[in-house]
């Protein structure tokens, strides 16, 4: 049983379009990170949020923390080739054990 | 720097051999894990270190050994492969604080067939 559910599972769209990447869980996290994985390399870090209610912009990325620090969200703005890969959550359970989720795959057609 | 090394990248082994991945880091970091990465299943962390010496399981750590000797070195022993592991296995670092896990900084992978 996966602790932390990503939604949707895959993801196909046009340059230019928008698109939110959605993480849930039942348990609450102190903080939660998001990373991106291209293939045949290690995930990296795109950003940390702490507190909840935390909203942070990484340029055309915007990712939310929600109020009860039980899930966040990943919203990408026009999208573009570039953003194509992996993207997994990963949240710091109160054992202070991080855990990833199961991980969307986004690709973006030119 | 180095930054987090895994050998080998590819291995493949027979089912009831045993084996050792290796994952060293030259940050300094005090935190160690062991992922491994299957379809549909993002990362599922196996065993983690917060310092030398100290070890706990992680989600999936039946049929895995590992130890934390040194801050740099923390191997990951497969005690007898079985078909279930095959996989592709990350180990990461990280130092702590503040709210325990920072950025997890990732070693290429290290892919693994198990026949």
């Known amino acids: 049983t996966q602790l932390l559910e990503q939604s949707p599972q895959f993801l196909s769209i046009q340059e230019g379009e928008n698109l939110t990447v959605y993480c849930n869980s039942s348990s609450v996290f102190s903080s939660l990170q998001w990373y991106r994985q291209e293939p045949g390399e290690g995930p990296v870090l795109l950003v940390t949020v702490v507190t909840g209610g935390e909203v942070k912009k990484l340029k055309r990325l915007t990712f939310q923390f929600g109020d009860a620090r039980k899930d966040s969200s990943l919203h990408i703005t026009a999208a573009q080739p570039g953003d194509t890969g992996l993207y997994l959550c990963a949240g710091v359970m109160s054992t202070n054990k991080l855990i990833f989720g199961t991980g969307t795959l986004l690709a973006v057609q030119p | 720097n180095a930054g987090v090394t895994q050998t080998p990248k590819f291995q493949v082994l027979k089912t009831g051999q045993s084996m050792t991945l290796q994952c060293a880091q030259d940050m300094n970091h005090e935190y160690m894990s062991w992922y491994r990465q299957d379809p549909g299943m993002g990362l599922r962390l196996i065993h983690y270190?917060?310092?030398?010496?100290?070890?706990d399981q992680g989600e999936v750590p039946n049929g895995y050994n590992v130890s934390r000797s040194t801050t740099e070195d923390f191997p990951l022993r497969l005690l007898s492969a079985a078909p279930s592991q095959t996989s592709v296995y990350f180990c990461?670092?990280?130092?702590?604080?503040?709210?325990?896990?920072?950025?997890?900084?990732f070693g290429p992978g290290t892919r693994l067939t198990v026949t």
């Open positions: 990461a670092s990280s130092r702590s604080g503040g709210y325990g896990w920072h950025e997890q900084y």
């Open positions: 270190s917060v310092g030398a010496g100290i070890t």
